[in-house]
């Protein structure tokens, strides 16, 4: 690992998964195995090992015209698939809790 520190949030799992906020939306991605950005939690690469995460960490924050401030957190594989472990990456990754109100968004 490089002198930068890399930043990792506190959960709990068996494997990682790296995010990111689009640059252009803000909305939250997750890096695909083909290293390449998805906005479903499911189309996410999860890595079993912290030299993996290490070197996708370093890849995506190489990708800063696309996306900002990436960084990794743990999730459960079930059915092939990344489970978030935390509260806030289940409200990442399904939405907002409550609707958005725009004030460009017709009155209804």
């Known amino acids: 690992m490089s002198d930068q520190t890399l930043a990792v949030a506190r959960s709990f799992g068996s494997h990682f998964v790296i995010t990111a906020n689009t640059t252009d939306a803000g909305a939250p991605v997750y890096l695909r195995p083909d290293r390449t950005w998805s906005a479903s939690l499911t189309d996410a690469h999860a890595v079993g090992s912290e030299d993996e995460r290490d070197d996708l960490l370093s890849h995506a924050q190489t990708q800063e ?15 092939g698939a990344a489970v978030a472990t935390t509260t806030r990456e289940r409200i990442r990754s399904q939405g907002p809790t409550s609707p958005l109100r725009r004030p460009d968004a017709a009155q209804g």
């Open 65 to 79: 015209h696309d996306v900002c401030d990436p960084y990794a957190f743990k999730v459960n594989v079930e059915a």
